[in-house]
């Protein structure tokens, strides 16, 4: 059962950040397969009906003229698609506090040099969501605090 959640949180997160990827790919493997479909249409044609033997060689022409012109827009789409996905993870809402959160932290030089005691200096950065914790002198689990309040209550 896990493995089957993992495995579609997997594709939908996939899917989410390169949709438009996807999507282009699959188009112009459609348009391909369509070009070629009705290309060899038109040679069964020709060959049943010995009508047309003149224009063999532009429909080769023509076939060749298409696929030229698919990739040429397809690598276009694509790369248009790729420049926006480069920004990041904008697609997937809940990945962006962790962007926030890693730009920030790369920006941001943490010089941890050992003073004297042996113990590590407080890295200096503004907004330390643990700056609070780290001043503390004993800290205390929710637990502790819930068996403080029945001890109190019984005294």
Request: avoid cysteine.
């Amino acid at each position: 059962m896990f493995q089957h959640v993992v495995r579609w949180t997997f594709f939908i997160t996939i899917w989410k950040k390169y949709k438009a990827q996807l999507l282009t790919t699959l188009g112009y493997l459609l348009a391909l397969l369509l070009v070629s479909l009705i290309h060899k249409d038109y040679l069964d044609y020709v060959a049943t009906s010995n009508d047309g033997q003149d224009f063999i060689a532009t429909s080769f022409i023509l076939k060749w003229i298409a696929y030229i012109t698919l990739t040429a827009s397809y690598f276009y789409l694509f790369s248009r698609f790729s420049k926006k996905a480069e920004i990041g993870h904008e697609n997937l809402s809940f990945l962006r506090k962790f962007q926030k959160q890693s730009q920030s932290s790369s920006s941001k030089k943490t010089n941890k040099a050992t003073n004297g005691n042996g113990s590590f200096d407080k890295p200096k950065e503004e907004g330390d969501p643990f700056a609070n914790i780290r001043t503390k002198a004993k800290l205390r689990s929710e637990a502790d605090l819930l068996m403080d309040k029945d001890n109190n209550a019984k005294n």
